[in-house]
């Protein structure tokens, strides 16, 4: 066996726009359909959905068969939760709130197995190396590993460029809801100060020659994210389609 190529890194590297769908019911039964719907990623969220490592499991199996790459939110900013989602078997992880580049140095050298980090040598036991059947996991996993970091504050907005060049984090992803309400805007990410901002944040991480990422369930902005250079571009979640959906549906019949 060798360690799988993570297809989604390659494929942002290169340029080519990547939609996905975020996953927070928990569900492997959701992360299966989604992952069959032709989506190119599917994010299962452990910041604010209800997915400890145990629930996780599942669903990057469910998403392994259909194909379609895994990306996972993690909590928070911890070297340990980093750790834990790579030794799962998950490539590419997202990070949130890294509002300095010293975060994202620390979040960089997690991802890394030594002497390029300080991920720790558990790889025999994990399922990201086959439970031991990657004889040289350790010395392959690195080139496949792809780091994204949420820049959703107005401190991160100020060390935008030092974030994006962080060596090893391979994108920014701009969170809007939470940087609306850090400016001092909640729950308005349209507001014209938070789309500046935005747009600074897209901008500064696309010169640095980083993916540059955001959600918005609006599909009339889709084509405009992607003129301004967003290439991992979130265009929906689990739980929102389907209550719109239910919702939907009875409205018509009750």
Request: charge should be negative.
């Amino acid at each position: 066996m060798q360690v799988p190529v993570n297809k989604l890194k390659t494929a942002l590297q290169s340029g080519q726009i990547q939609h996905g769908i975020w996953l927070t019911s928990g569900s492997p039964v959701l992360a299966e359909i989604a992952g069959n719907a032709g989506f190119d990623w599917c994010l299962i969220d452990g910041e604010h959905g209800p997915n400890t490592i145990p629930e996780m499991l599942p669903q990057l199996q469910a998403l392994a068969i259909s194909g379609t790459q895994a990306v996972v939110r993690i909590a928070s900013a911890e070297v340990w939760m980093v750790k834990q989602v790579l030794d799962l078997g998950c490539q590419t992880v997202l990070v949130p709130m890294v509002d300095d580049a010293a975060t994202a140095q620390e979040m960089a050298h997690a991802m890394r197995y030594p002497p390029d980090g300080n991920r720790g040598m558990g790889a025999v036991l994990a399922r990201a190396a086959g439970f031991g059947s990657i004889a040289d996991y350790a010395h392959t996993a690195n080139g496949q590993t792809c780091l994204l970091v949420q820049a959703e504050s107005a401190k991160a907005v100020e060390n935008i460029d030092a974030i994006a060049i962080t060596e090893v984090v391979e994108g920014v992803f701009v969170g809007p809801a939470d940087l609306s309400a850090d400016m001092g805007y909640p729950g308005q990410p349209d507001h014209p100060e938070v789309e500046k901002a935005i747009d600074h944040l897209i901008a500064r991480t696309v010169a640095a020659g980083k993916i540059a990422g955001i959600i918005t369930f609006d599909d009339t902005r889709f084509q405009e994210y992607a003129d301004k250079g967003v290439t991992f571009l979130g265009v929906g979640g689990d739980l929102a389609i389907l209550n719109g959906a239910l919702r939907g549906l009875a409205g018509r019949v009750c």
